[in-house]
């Protein structure tokens, strides 16, 4: 991704409110910046932030989708079926992103 003026903008003001309204410390030298602020986005009540976000999206081309708006799962969904992989004799379990990560 090509960070641009119009980009650099969006995330700065973008910063500057999530900092303001959720308390975050987002640097934009951190290379998980945009996922960071992406996810705070989703999480906002304010409107004028999750617009902001959108835009940021848009920019990065990554997925934004507002609370709410996620489609609903039914049974047999490939993302609800789980895999039969063999498991590691470890018992520590924890999620990233959504999967399992063995630790």
């Known amino acids: 991704m ?3 003026r119009e980009v ?3 995330m700065k003001s973008l910063r500057r409110r999530l900092r303001e309204e ?3 410390d987002i640097r934009l030298s951190q290379p998980d910046a945009i996922n960071s602020m992406l996810s705070a986005c989703l999480t906002s009540s304010n409107e004028e932030t999750r617009r902001l976000g959108q835009l940021l999206a848009q920019y990065s081309d990554r997925p934004f989708a ?3 708006a996620a489609p609903r799962m039914q049974a047999g969904h490939p993302l609800l079926v789980e895999e039969h992989a063999p498991r590691p004799t470890s018992d ?3 999620m990233y992103r959504g999967q399992r990560v063995y630790a």
């Open 8 to 10: 650099l903008d969006c």
């Open 22 to 24: 959720l308390a975050l």
């Open 2 to 4: 090509e960070l641009n």
């Open 92 to 94: 520590s379990v924890r």
């Open 66 to 68: 507002p609370a709410g």
